[in-house]
């Protein structure tokens, strides 16, 4: 059964950084498209990044320029690099695979193509 296990998460002070983690069994994530999704309370899960077969990656633009998503195949692995945190990076950040998606391509646009969820990292930004 493929699952995602996340971590990385934690309590920064605006302006710091975090790496996420999502660690991928039951299949080889380097041939799979993973995505990021962060979730409130109340609110819709918003995608964050993601990175296609192939190692195109896609930001959303509440987050470009600051988040990177990153595969590291010999782990089985893909990070979140997440730099000039703000208060409205708060959130439970989720991992998830689009199974149908094409090689080379990823989007973050409806969270409903992602399933496999792990169990989500909390991020809290706050001085």
């Known amino acids: 059964q493929s699952r995602f296990v996340e971590s990385g998460g934690g309590l920064v002070q605006p302006g710091g950084s975090l790496t996420l983690s999502c660690v991928a069994s039951?299949?080889?994530?380097?041939?799979?498209?993973i995505g990021w999704f962060r979730q409130v309370p109340g609110k819709e899960r918003e995608g964050v990044a993601c990175?296609?077969?192939?190692?195109?990656?896609t930001n959303s633009d509440s987050v470009w320029g600051r988040f990177t998503v990153s595969r590291d195949s010999t782990r089985n692995t893909v990070y979140l690099q997440m730099n000039n945190l703000k208060p409205d990076d708060t959130a439970v950040y989720y991992c998830?695979?689009?199974?149908?998606?094409?090689?080379?391509?990823?989007?973050?646009?409806?969270?409903?193509?992602?399933?496999?969820w792990g169990q989500g990292t909390q991020v809290t930004v706050s001085s």
């Open positions: 039951g299949f080889k994530l380097d041939e799979s498209t």
């Open positions: 998830g695979a689009d199974w149908a998606a094409l090689p080379g391509h990823c989007t973050v646009d409806d969270a409903g193509r992602y399933d496999s």
């Open positions: 990175i296609a077969y192939g190692s195109s990656s």
